[in-house]
């Protein structure tokens, strides 16, 4: 199916995140047309373990949200929270940098790659690399500050000096 239509039927899935993350699973997965041997194909877990996550008999790890977030085409913020795995907190400021990221192309690429690290690593080295792009958007934005006060500064220096030379007039 493609990421569309999962996120169109996503629309449609009521969250509570953290408590009923099993009853969640299973809503996106029905609302997918899936069983759980389908899901189970997809993200790489046992038919049995998802089972028992839908009833809430086991947790669901940060790997399984990371299949999750892969298979259906979530942002994995989003699955991790929803999982329980992120704070709010976390949570706001995970999505804060995917927003800036949606207007540099730099920050762009580093989130696709962040996204590929995801896949391989646990919570921490996420947390680790949040931590620097979240370093790169502070200083791009000091940098953009500095930028714009020396041209401010630029540009009221030659208004001071064609001030001056017409009273010199």
């Known amino acids: 199916k493609s990421n569309?239509?999962?996120?169109?039927?996503?629309?449609n899935v009521e969250t509570n995140t953290g408590k009923d993350f099993g009853a969640w699973i299973k809503q996106l997965r029905e609302a997918n047309?899936?069983?759980?041997?389908?899901?189970?194909?997809?993200?790489?877990?046992?038919?049995?373990?998802?089972?028992?996550?839908e009833r809430g008999d086991q947790s669901a790890t940060e790997r399984f949200c990371i299949a999750v977030a892969r298979v259906f085409g979530l942002p994995l913020e989003y699955v991790l929270h929803v999982g329980g795995h992120l704070t709010?907190?976390?949570y706001r400021r995970q999505t804060g940098?995917?927003?800036?990221?949606?207007?540099?192309?730099?920050?762009?690429?580093?989130?696709?790659e962040l996204s590929a690290i995801n896949d391989l690593a646990g919570i921490e080295e996420y947390e680790r690399v949040i931590d620097d792009i979240e370093g790169l958007i502070e200083r791009a934005g000091?940098?953009?500050?500095?930028?714009?006060a020396?041209?401010?500064?630029?540009?009221?220096?030659?208004?001071s000096g064609q001030a001056r030379r017409s009273i010199a007039s």
């Open 142 to 148: 000091r940098r953009a500050k500095t930028t714009r």
């Open 150 to 159: 020396s041209g401010k500064a630029r540009k009221d220096k030659a208004s």
């Open 33 to 53: 047309d899936w069983n759980q041997g389908d899901l189970a194909r997809e993200t790489g877990f046992e038919q049995s373990q998802i089972s028992k996550i």
């Open 97 to 112: 940098i995917r927003q800036a990221a949606a207007d540099s192309p730099e920050l762009q690429r580093i989130a696709a």
């Open 4 to 11: 569309s239509v999962k996120m169109r039927r996503l629309a």
């Open 88 to 90: 709010d907190e976390q």
